[in-house]
């Protein structure tokens, strides 16, 4: 037994306790307080620091961020001339016909707000295949283009002409038909790979998390991860609805054995839209400026995004999670796919205590959070998204839908049950990638509504330290049923919590986006220390 003493622990229960001492035992918490100072055992003094429990992404990627650098470091172009830089060096090392895929870089993630133009990466690249790819969006140069068979298109896969009528390169809906061609990374250790980004994850505080989508032979290696001990992050995950052998999906679902306390099936998922970073979420109101920053001709003046998965498909999969016993879920990032993501659980029924979920939800509004509050639906949402992108949302859509990206104050209020995560995709690095997993980041931006350049976007939605926490712990545990297992630092839960250099309580607003873990404790072991 170990008992910690002398410390500030915010518990995070409903009751809001903060207590001096914490006593584990097996990799439970068993005592607190006077409880636990009337132990005996090891006795570890911790300094009048603050104690909160370990952090839990609702929303992650783990596997494809622990592939993107397992062989080193992975370039996202931040600037269109950083890229085509890369691009010369790249095809002057490639064989000719060799493919050169840009992974997860966006147009409304480089300085000029647009992709590069196929002109641009024919100039440079007119003998190798290029794809600067935005999954939902795609930049593609000539001979890229030339290889694909665009008469098979995905399931809302869209080719995109100009005024002219000439292919601009762009192709919305189309990474399977990409996704073959980019560059498989090979290393000598998945379970490495996985292993070190969970460090860099308990690195920052992150103890738990939902998997954003994995397959069964992925998650399958996480748990042989945990079987040698390895294991430093509790994975919640979720599973891509099946378009169909669905008996098969089934069967392999109820074979599946892992333990519970660190694995366990959770969602069943779909994807109703795109994303902000590529004009393809499906919106309430049209987009603007679209031509010159996500390259869109010749999609009309009304274009709203890209309606993926339709009703007759979600009512489909939510009826299949129920026969699964799972939880569903779907990507939805505009405020339109919102609407029809709700609209197909009214139509299911029997949504109430499923703890069905919004991924994503960038932009609600006041009907959309009453019916998801009637219908009993999460959503699951991500901070860095409006860290990242506040700056830019005015220049794509209207102030009438710019005012409902992420309203922190209005979501809290509305009673929906929210919670926070990252949508790490790729990097080990907590700040370097697409989406930042720095789950201090995310609780500045909740606190502050202080964006990526220093400016303070509608900060009438800022919410309390204590309200953004929440939104870490209890609130995230409660988001995948985990509520009486992790979240909270209660008697009979695991003992994940963290030692942070710093009072996120009562520091200085501004550094709470420095702050960091000195400790950090999975089922009461020490899995990082700064």
Known sequence: MTIYENGKIHTMSESDIVTDALAVENGKIVALGDDARALQGERVDLGGKTVIPGLIDTHLHLLTGADSEADGEMLIPTSIPELLEDLKKRVANEPQGEWIVYKNTYPLRLDELRYPTIKELDAVAPDHPVVVDGYY???????????????????????????????????LNCAALITPFAKKRVHSSAKDALRGMMEQYNRVGITSAIEGIGSFDEIRNV?????????????????????????????????????AEYGAVRFLKNTVDGGILTGTSLMQEPFINKEEIFGLYGVGDDWRGNHVTKHD????????????????????????????????????????????????????????????????VQILFQPAWHYMDAPNVRKILPESEAVRFQPYRKMLDSGVKVAAGSDHMVKWDERLGCNPFDPFLGLYNMVTCAARDGKRYQPEQAISRNEALACYTRHAAYASFDENLYGTLEVGKCADFLVLDRDYFTCAEEEIIDIRPEMTFVGGKLVWEA
């Open 137 to 171: 969006s795609s930049q593609l140069n000539s001979c890229a283009l030339g290889k694909l068979d665009l008469n098979n298109l995905p399931m809302g896969g869209k080719v995109v002409y100009d005024n002219n009528g000439e292919k601009t390169g762009v192709l």
């Open 223 to 259: 748990q042989s991860l945990c079987d040698e001990g390895r294991q430093t992050v509790r994975m919640r995950y979720t599973l891509m609805a099946p378009i169909q052998n669905e008996e098969a999906f089934l069967e392999e679902l109820s074979g599946l054995e892992l333990n």
């Open 313 to 376: 498909v979600l009512t489909r999969c939510i009826r299949l999670a129920h026969r699964a016993g799972l939880q569903h879920s779907a990507h939805c990032v505009g405020d339109g796919a919102i609407k029809a993501l709700l609209a197909a659980y009214a139509d299911v029924g029997e949504s109430k205590n499923r703890r069905h979920a919004v991924l994503h939800g960038d932009f609600v509004d006041d009907a959309i959070l009453n019916r998801a509050k009637e219908l009993d």
